[in-house]
């Protein structure tokens, strides 16, 4: 849990920051892997596409994401009119990255017929070769919106694309990527956990492994998983996803324990923003996120074709 409140150069920080934010008229975002403090700062937290949502609704001047390139890239997508900040450049998504545009590219050429589907995290150029766009949350929907006969080109989560096959009875070309956050966790340490806390209901992302998936409970978005411990009177959970969702878990639900399906699962890029760095980014309006007009409206049309089906 943050300590900025008892920490007196923390909280300066934090006044700064406000401070700052008032001035340029922004608004800050963070998502549930983000630390605490970050969350603790925020006017919205939440999940890449809710956050982008949610922003685009303010009359905000200015957007901070505090998450990752492609998160800051659909909050442009959204909201083009507003400067998006990214405060550390360098927070990429390996997941991600697994799908470079010219190997997406070649791919669709080798698969005229397919559908393509592309996760949000995803880059900007990725979503606009795409057809649809989806979450952890809607791609079953998505999914089962398209015709049977239709092959899927899904892209760029091998486990999302397999937890979607099986679930939408679709037929699925999985993308070979994963997110080393969620793919370190092992039917092993799942065995491992349950041991130790037989009582507890194990809450699992769908980026994780088809073994480990199948000893869920419950399989669903960072969203979903949120929702499920405050809407169910069970006392204990293992959860199966990176850790600084334990960070809004904790605070929603004071009353219940949650124990990590292991302490392996940390996205480092997620934890690459500081406060320091948001306040530095406030104050010089860098590093901005521009996504270039012509992929930026044909990413936006794959994004319009997911929130009409869903
Ligand atoms: S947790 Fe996984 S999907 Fe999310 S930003 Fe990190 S690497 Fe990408």
Redo the contacts with the bound molecule.
């Keep these: 849990m943050n300590n900025t409140t008892d920490n007196p150069p923390k909280k300066n920080l934090v006044k700064e920051i406000l401070a700052w934010k008032k001035k340029r008229e922004a608004v800050i975002l963070a998502h549930v ?1 983000q630390p605490g403090e970050i969350q603790d700062i925020a006017d919205f937290t939440g999940d890449s596409l809710f956050l982008s949502q949610q922003a685009a609704k303010t009359k905000a001047k200015v957007i901070v994401f505090c998450g ?1 390139l492609f998160m800051a890239e659909t909050a442009f997508i959204l909201s083009p009119e507003k400067i998006v900040l990214l405060p550390e450049i360098k927070a990429g ?4 990255d697994t799908a470079p545009a010219e190997k997406v590219k070649n791919k669709i050429k080798e698969l005229p017929e397919a559908v393509v589907i592309s996760y949000v ?1 995803s880059s900007a150029t990725v979503k606009s070769l795409s057809d649809y766009c989806c979450t952890s949350a809607n791609a079953v929907q998505i999914a089962q919106a398209i015709p049977s006969e239709r092959d899927i080109l899904f892209i760029p989560d091998k486990n999302l694309a397999n937890f979607t096959a099986k679930r939408s009875k679709q037929k699925i070309i999985p993308w070979q990527g994963y ?4 793919n370190i966790l092992t039917k092993e340490d799942i065995i491992k956990v349950k041991k130790l806390h037989p009582k507890a209901l194990l809450l699992v992302h769908p ?1 994780c492994r088809p073994e480990v998936c199948n000893l869920a409970d419950y399989i669903g978005s960072t969203r979903g998983i949120i929702e499920f411990t405050s809407n169910n009177t069970a006392k204990e959970y293992i959860i199966g996803t ?1 850790l600084g969702i334990f960070h809004p878990l904790k605070k929603n639900n004071p009353d219940k324990d949650f124990f990590p399906a292991s302490e392996n699962m940390v ?1 480092r ?2 934890k690459l923003i500081t406060l320091e760095k948001i306040l530095c980014s406030l104050q010089n309006l860098e590093p901005r996120i521009i996504v270039p007009e012509e992929i930026r409206k044909k990413s936006l049309q794959a994004l319009n074709r997911m929130i009409e089906i869903t």
């Design positions: 892997y990752v998504c390996p997941l991600a995290n997110c080393p956050a969620h980026e990176e996205c890029d997620m």
